[in-house]
């Protein structure tokens, strides 16, 4: 299970911390990612992790200002948010894939969050 959390409303410019907290197994072999689904858009990629925090990749849209990162001990994903931009609003959703290769593409995950509301306003 996938519970993402940290969403709100923030100003042009301010910062979000979003988590995704895992239960229910070892996710050691999991590759981990944040995707985003603005209004009348289709869900599109923002970030993907290895487990281990050894490995990211980020779309070309929040290079720079955004940070995934993982806390094995805690078994929780981050997205650090920061120079946010009106064009970031959107619910952000975690997701985790089997297998440890990274990957953009939403088919190959296999478990998502609920998603957590990020407003972001000018």
């Known amino acids: 299970q996938l519970q993402a959390s940290g969403g709100g409303l923030v100003q042009t410019g301010g910062s979000l911390r979003l988590s995704c907290a895992a239960s229910?197994?070892?996710?050691?072999?999991?590759?981990m990612g944040w995707f985003r689904q603005a209004p009348g858009k289709e869900r599109e990629f923002v970030s993907t992790?290895?487990?281990?925090?050894?490995?990211?990749y980020y779309a070309d849209s929040v290079k720079g200002r955004f940070t995934i990162s993982t806390d094995n001990a805690k078994n929780t994903m981050y997205l650090q948010m920061n120079s946010l931009k009106s064009e970031d609003t959107a619910v952000y959703y975690c997701?985790?894939?089997?297998?440890?290769?990274?990957?953009?593409?939403?088919?190959?995950?296999?478990?998502w969050g609920q998603g957590t509301q990020v407003t972001v306003s000018s």
């Open positions: 992790i290895s487990w281990s925090g050894a490995d990211t």
């Open positions: 997701a985790a894939k089997d297998g440890r290769y990274l990957s953009v593409l939403r088919r190959d995950y296999d478990y």
């Open positions: 229910g197994g070892s996710f050691s072999n999991y590759a």
